[in-house]
């Protein structure tokens, strides 16, 4: 059975940071592509980062343009997990996020490509 256990969330003040972590078991951790999605109330769940190894000297990595140069997704093959570094946070980073894992390699930002999912970590960034 797979599970996607995410912690690390929590609240923070405009600016600081948060690290998620998103430990995985039931899987070929490497065989899959890592994403972190968000959902903020009444809003869809919208693509934040992905990171994707082909097994052999390739790893891919995507973020979404409100995030870029702020967030910093990395993975730890070892230990089956993936994190997901967040620093300058502001108010609008304020949402539910989640990991998920799509068995392939690429770049996959649409979370119906995705076959598993975490249960979600609500991240709250006070102005």
């Known amino acids: 059975q797979v599970q996607l256990v995410e912690s690390g969330g929590g609240l923070v003040q405009a600016g600081g940071s948060l690290r998620l972590s998103c430990a995985a078991s039931?899987?070929?951790?490497?065989?899959?592509?890592m994403g972190w999605f968000r959902q903020a109330p009444g809003k869809e769940r919208d693509f934040v980062a992905l990171?994707?190894?082909?097994?052999?000297?390739?790893?891919?990595?995507d973020y979404a343009d409100s995030v870029k140069g702020r967030f910093t997704i990395s993975r730890d093959n070892a230990k089956n997990t993936v994190y997901l570094q967040m620093n300058s946070l502001k108010p609008e980073d304020t949402a539910v996020y989640y990991c998920?894992?799509?068995?392939?390699?690429?770049?996959?930002?649409?979370?119906?490509?995705?076959?598993?999912w975490g249960q979600g970590s609500q991240v709250t960034v006070s102005s």
């Open positions: 998920a894992a799509k068995l392939a390699y690429g770049g996959f930002r649409g979370s119906n490509a995705y076959d598993y």
């Open positions: 039931g899987l070929t951790f490497n065989t899959y592509t």
């Open positions: 990171r994707s190894w082909n097994g052999g000297n390739t790893m891919y990595a």
